[in-house]
């Protein structure tokens, strides 16, 4: 058992993650367990709320004090958590629930052992991805960990934490999931968990761009190293993420004049629910075309990742601030009913999820309502909240949202006829920009503070 479950790990890092799947799939076969091809949406949700149901009847003292005993039974578990691995980058999300609730009912009938920590963190992230329960999966995503600390799982950390941070990293800071997933990635490296490594890899650079933790060349510069490390490692998994992120960042910086590399993410069949990296890709997009100011082709990549990404992921709340502010900019051209009822149910949204994620969203809602109340005419509410965002931004050390707030607070203020308030937000939004190093964005700025030296200091 323990060396297919190696062979299968060794396909999953090659990028076979067919075969990996196979490997799995034959030995719990062998070991009497039903692997269905497909299963039905209702008896996935039903197949949940039972586990949930489980989980909230089980877990306590007496039960955490009942170690599983039977070893075969501990690497049928750990074969399901494998197989949800796998099934994840090819198999549609009901096939992957079902592995994860297998592995977990399992655990929470016989017993713990060292794998129930990786199925409870899975199931944490199939309940995050429903959007309905937001309190519970973090919840057991903690115990998860607490678990872990009562076994000892040195080996298993590094993967731990990743799926930590995968399923509800973004409910906290994000800066602290980059600090964590960093110590994961040199972890996992000298453990020899390469797969893990490059995983944490990923994470830590989507949750950088989207925190503005690093400036952005040094950002590429860290990413490069990745690949490069990746090649060295042969491993192909996480390879075309890491490229669409590049990508990003490098259109972020100068559109990709002198900071673009051959190699390029790879889509594969766009149409095709089983391709996960879809998500990530129409996500990447939203952000590269909001940043330099494509709203159509955000709004369009927008629309198409609502499609495809379960509400309760983080992408889906990053993608509905974007989209909101494009379609705020459409309105300002033209009013549109429609448009204003579409941001209003965004920012209902994301009030919602600012009661789990203040540290994170919190900037994001307050722009939204500012710019929503500037259209309005409501100028001490838009004043007001402008304001409040460019410190949240600053207190959550979002420098490019606080650079963003700035920008569109000078914007309001060049509208309104404030000419010395404009003209100081936007100085302070040049500032923010240059610190997060995005060249795209500075020149935008600095050519709205040239139409104010062109004007003359009378106007100011």
Sequence with gaps: LPSYFVLSQLFQAQGKVVDAYGTCSSILTQLGETIPDSIDPEVVRAMISETLRKYDEVYCDDWLGKKMEDYTLRYVIRFYGQMATSAFFFKVPN?????????????????????TPLVFLQLSSIIMRSGNNIACAHRIAKD????????????????????????????????????????????????????????????????????????LTSLLKDIDYYLHLLETYKSEVSKNYLLSSRETVSMLIDKGEATSIEAKEYLGDANDPGNKFMDTYYCQQVLRNFWLGYGERCRHFAQKGFARIPQGRYFSHIIKFYYGLSLLDMTKKKLNCVRFKEVEEIIESLQVAVEHADSNIRNKLELLQAELHGLGARHNKAVALYNAAIASAKKSKFIHEQGLACERAGLYYKKMGFARDALVHFQQAHACYKEWGSNVKVGAIQRELDGFNSIGTNFI
């Design 95 to 115: 096939i992957v629930a079902y592995f994860v609730c297998k592995g977990t009912q399992l655990s929470l009938e016989n017993g713990v052992c060292q794998h």
């Design 144 to 215: 998860a960990v607490a678990l872990s600390e009562r076994f000892n799982l040195s080996d298993q950390m590094a993967q731990l934490s990743f799926l930590f941070t995968n399923a509800v990293g973004h409910l906290e800071w994000f800066h602290a999931g980059v600090q964590r997933l960093r110590v994961c990635f040199d972890s996992a490296l000298s453990s020899g968990n390469a797969e893990i490594g490059f995983f944490c890899a990923l994470q830590l650079v989507i949750f950088s761009i989207l925190s503005g933790e690093k400036e």
